[in-house]
């Protein structure tokens, strides 16, 4: 039987160079009844048949798809035809199909499997090939030299116990991995899914609401000192809190207990058809799970990069926290990625089918899957993201482009979509494809606006987009201006929002009304009566962004009108439900941070600024003086640090039950921020509660 396995040896991951399988079904190995080897007994016995030439064909390939080609065609119209062919099978499956394996199985698998081509029908059904054979044959293949290769199958034939049973145990173990490929890759799927939905639920569970309370500030400080939105030294990237790092490690645990558990080998106590020993063998079922584990993190990875991420509406995780998980979901995507490609190149050098391997296309299009990711993975470290984002946007999106058409065809190529693979490919790209359609109908239901900028310092410009009216807490946009770089008019960038009309002076409807009776007071509105006899229509509805000038596409604003400008968006950045009920608000700002603390001041009936900038920046703040002279409670340095924690230890001294502190601003800030209220809470635990939400300026 070695010798029988030494045949196979040349296309071991090319499981689907095996038999006939399934082309009219997809969907995920041994879920929801999708099978592949149905019966056992019918696809062993196959096999057992399979390398013998038949008298109106060439030698009949060793199973698989017979469809992709003039020449695989004709293979099935001589299957179709050739009783010997027909008759070996039908006997075999006579012998060894157990009573239990129901005849509309048998004759299933015979219509639409047996020639290799589901529009080839067997010339006769499998009760009249068993009808039409008179006597049981005797004559067996001579199995002492290996399998004749030269010989053809001219009559009804024997195969013996020992090839049959090395045959459909064979098929047996590998559809067991596969299952087991199957519901490992769900599961770290739909926990890398599902997890934040059910701690953000968890709040709605009776007497849960406390207990979250008193964790939250053991979640938010960082893994490492400070240093969370602000990078580690030497660029090396962004440590995850605490709460995420309890994420990140949960799928992590998973991933690797996947990879390393519930292998079962047929060496060294029977044969395993494909492979002559048993390290082989475990090899190849490693190959095969590393393979599948990639692409099972494929969706969740596309998915919390996504603008339209779902989750952004059923959680209340904010977007630069999918982002950080995005960048950890890749890590062990790539893990995946370079072990299946390294196991596959021992495992082929140890078989002796490298060689052959590396002009096949189902190999050609997985180098090229693997080295996309690695580029991907090697042009998004922090340094190029800061120094040259552009860059890493188009080599971002271009690379994953090409990762996943590789992804594509090495599953085509190799199995042409019949083992299940292709669904984490689909899901991938469903994610994909359904974000970027929601971007071009959010652009097209903004429609084309124009923008007029103003420079109010060497380094700032404000942008005010009139007739947009969706401007919120927690919210942002991202926004392109095609003509500042007509050769790169997809440029954009995600900037904060402030209506313009509370930047607007009230140029109406502040006038005393004139005298009037007591009766004619409570039966009256008052209105800008100035307008309505000028004749003329008022509106100061709009979007307006503080923005300041950089390296690329803002540091091209200059005081202009008529500017156009597309809006995609709003997007949620942070959940704002338990900010905005708190019973105090403290908002903390540094300098252009300020955009996105502005919407909560009129959202909540107790909030507090703090807010510190550059004296280079008091232009900034001139700028917002309508707002900022309305607020009562507000701290303002210029050309000074603001002293935070003094500040929220005397808030909390005051009594409040819940304090919810927003920070805007630089990365060191908000870390530093994060330490304070994290220590905060932990110490007054119990009698006052704090609820944190960062919006960083981070890459």
């Known amino acids: 039987m070695k010798s029988l396995a030494v045949v196979l040896l040349g296309l071991p991951l090319r499981v689907s160079a095996t038999g006939p399988v399934p082309v009219s079904k997809s969907g995920l190995a041994g879920i929801n009844g999708f099978t592949f080897y149905d019966p056992y007994c019918g696809h062993g016995c196959f096999r057992s048949f399979s390398p013998y030439e038949l008298g109106c064909s060439a030698t009949v390939s060793p199973g698989g798809h017979t469809t992709a080609s003039e020449a695989a065609y004709n293979l099935a119209l001589c299957r179709a035809s050739n ?8 006997w075999c499956m006579h012998l060894y199909c157990a009573q239990d394996v129901k005849a509309s199985t048998i004759e299933a698998f015979w219509e639409t499997e047996i020639t290799g081509d589901v529009s080839v029908v067997p010339k006769w059904s499998f009760g009249e090939v068993m009808a ?47 299952t087991l490929e199957s519901y490992y890759g769900l599961a770290i799927c739909l926990t890398s899914f599902g997890l934040p939905i059910v701690l953000t639920w968890l709040r709605y569970i009776p007497f849960m609401g406390g207990a979250l309370e008193r964790l939250k500030p053991w979640l938010y400080p960082s893994i490492i000192g400070v240093y969370h939105d602000r990078p580690l030294p030497f660029l090396l990237g962004n440590v995850p809190t605490l709460g995420q790092g309890a994420y990140i490690a949960t799928v992590g645990i998973l991933n690797i207990i996947f990879l390393c558990i519930n292998y079962e080998t047929l060496y060294p106590d029977r044969e395993f058809n494909w492979y002559t020993n048993r390290y082989q063998e475990l090899m190849a079922y490693w190959m095969w799970r590393t393979g599948v584990l990639a692409f099972c993190n494929m969706p969740v990875l596309f998915l919390f990069s996504s603008r339209n991420n779902i989750l952004l509406w059923l959680t209340n ?37 490298y060689a052959t391997s590396l002009t096949t296309l189902w190999w050609i299009w997985g ?11 090697l042009t998004s470290v922090l340094f ?14 271009v690379m994953a482009v090409i990762c996943v058409v590789g992804c594509w065809y090495h599953v085509w190529y190799g199995y042409e979509n019949t083992f299940g693979y292709e669904t984490w490919l689909y899901a991938t790209i469903a994610v994909w494809f359904f974000d970027r359609v929601a971007r071009v109908a959010r652009i097209l239901k903004a429609g084309i606006r124009r923008s007029k900028v103003i420079e109010i310092s060497p380094t700032i410009v404000r942008v005010d987009i009139p007739g947009i009216r969706w401007a919120a807490p927690g919210r942002s946009v991202y926004v392109y201006f095609p003509t ?11 900037f904060s929002m402030i209506p313009t009309a509370r930047l607007t002076e009230r140029e109406y409807g502040d006038r005393a009304p004139p005298e009037t009776s007591d009766t004619e007071k409570n039966n009256m509105v008052a209105v800008g009566a100035d307008a309505v006899a000028a004749g003329k229509s008022f509106t100061n509805s709009g979007l307006t962004l503080f923005v300041r000038k950089s390296a690329g596409m803002t540091g091209l604003l200059e005081a202009r009108g008529g500017l156009l400008t597309l809006l995609e968006g709003p997007y949620p950045t942070n959940p704002t439900r338990e900010v905005l009920q708190s019973d105090r608000l403290i908002l903390i700002g540094g300098g252009i941070g300020i955009t996105g603390l502005v919407p909560f001041l009129w959202c909540h009936p107790n909030a507090k600024l703090f807010f510190s900038a550059k004296a280079a920046d008091q232009s900034l703040i001139d700028s917002l003086g309508t707002i900022l002279d309305e607020l009562r409670e507000k701290e303002i340095g210029v050309g000074r640090r603001l002293n935070i924690e003094a500040l929220l230890r005397d808030e909390a001294k005051l009594g409040w039950f819940k304090i919810a502190v927003m920070v805007c601003g630089p990365g060191g800030m908000c870390d530093d921020v994060r330490a304070i209220v994290a220590r905060l809470g932990k110490e007054t635990a119990g009698t006052c509660s704090f609820e944190l939400e960062v919006d960083a300026f981070a890459w």
Not at 384 to 397: G, N, S
Not at 484 to 494: I, M, S, V, Y
């Open 83 to 90: 009783f010997p062919y027909l008759s070996s099978i039908a």
């Open 132 to 178: 039409n054979i008179t006597e049981p044959p005797t004559m067996m293949p001579d199995m002492s030299g290996g399998m004749d290769m030269d010989m053809v199958l001219n009559m009804t034939m024997l195969t013996t116990q020992e090839n049959f049973e090395v045959t459909w145990t064979t098929l047996y173990y590998f559809f067991r991995e596969t």
């Open 317 to 353: 995780w904010s977007h630069s926290t999918y982002m950080l998980l995005h960048r950890w979901i890749a890590r062990f995507f790539l893990l995946h990625t370079l072990l299946h490609s390294i196991i596959s190149l021992v495992l082929y050098q140890n078989t002796g089918s």
């Open 367 to 377: 180098c090229v899957a693997t080295v996309a990711a690695v580029i991907i993975m």
């Open 384 to 397: 190029i993201r800061q120094r040259a984002y552009e860059l890493f946007l188009i080599t971002h999106v």
């Open 484 to 494: 500042l770089r007509p050769l790169r008019p997809w440029e954009n960038h995600p």
